[in-house]
């Protein structure tokens, strides 16, 4: 980006600016809230200011954006403006757009090269999409991995707890505590729109990329922590989180008004032992923010002066926050038993129609997710009892 693309930059910062305080004063002056059209307005103006300013960033900052990436962004900008404005393709964005479809396939098979006869570029794969993800998922910390690009069946982490037994010569053996035969995926489809304006094809400076691959992060992100660690199930087509069912009979719940003390936290882990659940590495608490600062704040008994939980601990094992489990909620799971994963190809449809009016493209991704707890008694809930 050169200076005077950084001057055209802060103009259109500017310009967005004005806009987001016209519409500021004019919901004081009405007295009322925004509506749905004003939302997703507002939304793609953010976010075109958003990432205007993280390329400006970059560039007063020194910071060089690879060759390739700069090469995918203009193919990616190229191949889109070609479809909404009805223009040939550019050269080197034939497979990008198959009509208004763009195929997110797994990897990417051809490499970059300074010359026109090699086959185009296709500017973005499902791992770039599901690494940045991974970063932003509080299943990551917990030490679940997504595993993306299914075909079929899942494939299966190392999970420990199977038990041999002892049989007279000719009985039939009982199934084993998990039976892989019937850990079958079922994969739901996961679709979400990602408005962006028009200007930010023609005028963003090939930000066009990064503007719906980041907004298509963080609107999977979103869904896939809550579909993990809500305590009820967020719709009747996704399948149980993996503690739904830890919700149903809590395995610790305090005195109607009382706080989780320290024997609350470890007859939590205790519960989870005792189901005969084989202990590694990603075994951890889950809290909100307001519980994990009052368990900081819980004095772990009369004289220590150390409280319940102590440098993002507790007992040894640590605690990671999200909002999606709720308050007066202490979670604690193994998390090698629930499956994450990501079905087949992702379809991102190009959509100038339906937002016309307003100015803006739909990008509107398809894709296929599943989750699964192989067992559900490697998770369970302590809860706080409300005041009676």
Known sequence: MNKKEIKKSRARIAEINVRLGEM???????????????????????????????????????????????????????????????RSLPEGCEGVMNGNTIEVPLTRADTIQDSTTVTPLIPLTIGEIIQPLEKGLILDKVGCKMQYGLVGDWVLPVVAGIEATIEDENAEVADTKIDITKIKPSPKRVSLAIPVSNRAIDQSNNALLEIVRTQMVMGLQRLLNKWMFQTTKITSKASDGCYVAAATTPA?????????????????????????????????????????????????????????????????????????????????????????GQFGKMHMIVDPYTGAKKNLIYFVLNTDFDMLTVRTEAFAIAKKTPKA
């Open 24 to 86: 500021a004063d004019m919901l004081e002056t009405q007295k009322r809230s925004l509506t749905n059209d004003e939302i997703v307005e507002k939304e793609a103006l953010v976010q075109e200011k958003e990432i205007l300013q993280l390329r400006m960033e970059r560039a007063i900052s020194g910071v060089q954006v690879p060759e390739q990436e700069m090469r995918a962004e203009a193919v990616f900008a190229g191949a889109v403006a070609s479809f909404v404005h009805n």
């Open 252 to 340: 610790v719940s305090t005195a109607a008004g009382a706080g989780l003390s320290w024997k609350d936290v470890i007859a939590l882990k205790g519960a989870v032992m005792k189901t005969g659940v084989v202990f590694d590495g990603t075994a951890a608490y889950v809290c909100s923010a307001t519980t994990y600062a009052e368990l900081e704040a819980t004095p772990k008994d009369a004289g220590s002066g150390l409280m319940v939980l102590e440098n993002g601990k507790i007992n040894g094992y640590p605690v990671f926050m999200t909002e999606y489990i709720g308050d007066d909620v202490l979670g604690f799971g193994i998390f090698n038993y629930e499956l994450v």
